[in-house]
């Protein structure tokens, strides 16, 4: 749990040291993302490619992020998303999470990115569950899902298109590893997936 608990104060220490914030033109900016997932329960390494494997499980997450320091090609950031996804003959799930971001310019618009994760997921069983009751017959049990937390680390690219200095777009593909706790605590307390996001970052203009 402490561990848990530094994984968000991290972002507060990174807003104390940087004593630079985000430049004012990208403090006028709103940005939200959205993108399309894949969420295959494997491990790093295995499937196609080492991170893909079939049949899809798709799922769609949006979000946003504050800056806590931008300086030349470095910045940190913290993102807050929220995300569904539906695993074939398994789950779905709802996830509320939020990532703390280290991203790396190789240029004004190329470059990559990497953090840790952790947040909450509400999972919904995708097979129906009987139960025997005082009568000795069994009756469907309400489906009304479980709380859990999710943990994990992503790393991806990214691509900015300025898009003529109206609304810049950002395009991103991520590869995410994390672990969803307590899964089945009599032989698997803990189910690794591979998540592949594909999105955008799109920036609005905030009001002044």
């Known amino acids: ?10 972002p507060a220490l990174f807003a104390l040291i940087c004593t630079a914030g985000t430049a004012q ?14 969420n295959a329960t494997q491990l790093p390494g295995s499937g196609n490619l080492g991170i893909i494997d079939m049949p899809i499980h798709p799922g769609l997450t ?8 931008a300086k030349g090609k470095h910045e940190w ?14 789950q779905q799930a709802i996830q509320l999470y939020s990532e703390l971001i280290y991203k790396l310019k190789f240029t ?6 990497t953090g840790p994760g952790a947040g909450y997921l509400h999972s919904f069983s995708n097979v129906a569950v009987f139960e025997l009751n005082g009568d000795g017959v069994y009756e469907k049990k309400p489906n009304l899902g479980r709380p859990q937390f999710a943990f994990g680390l992503k ?3 990214f691509y900015l298109f300025p898009g003529s200095g109206k609304m810049p777009v950002t395009i991103f593909f991520d590869y995410r590893f994390w672990l969803q706790t307590p899964f089945v605590n009599e032989y698997v307390p803990m189910l690794p997936y591979s998540s592949i996001h594909m999105g955008t970052y799109i920036y609005f203009n905030r009001k002044k």
């Not at 749990?1 to 991290?10: D, E, P, R, T």
């Not at 033109?25 to 894949?38: E, M, Q, R, Y």
């Not at 950031?77 to 398994?90: E, V």
């Not at 004004?108 to 990115?113: M, P, T, V």
């Open 155 to 157: 790393a991806g690219i």
């Open 108 to 113: 004004e618009k190329f470059g990559i990115e």
């Open 1 to 10: 749990m402490k561990i848990h608990l530094k994984l968000f104060l991290l």
């Open 62 to 69: 949006v979000g946003t992020y504050k800056s806590y320091c």
């Open 25 to 38: 033109s990208d403090s006028l900016k709103f940005p939200v993302s959205i993108a399309f997932t894949n």
């Open 77 to 90: 950031m913290q993102t807050f998303k929220l995300g569904y996804f539906y695993h074939h003959y398994s």
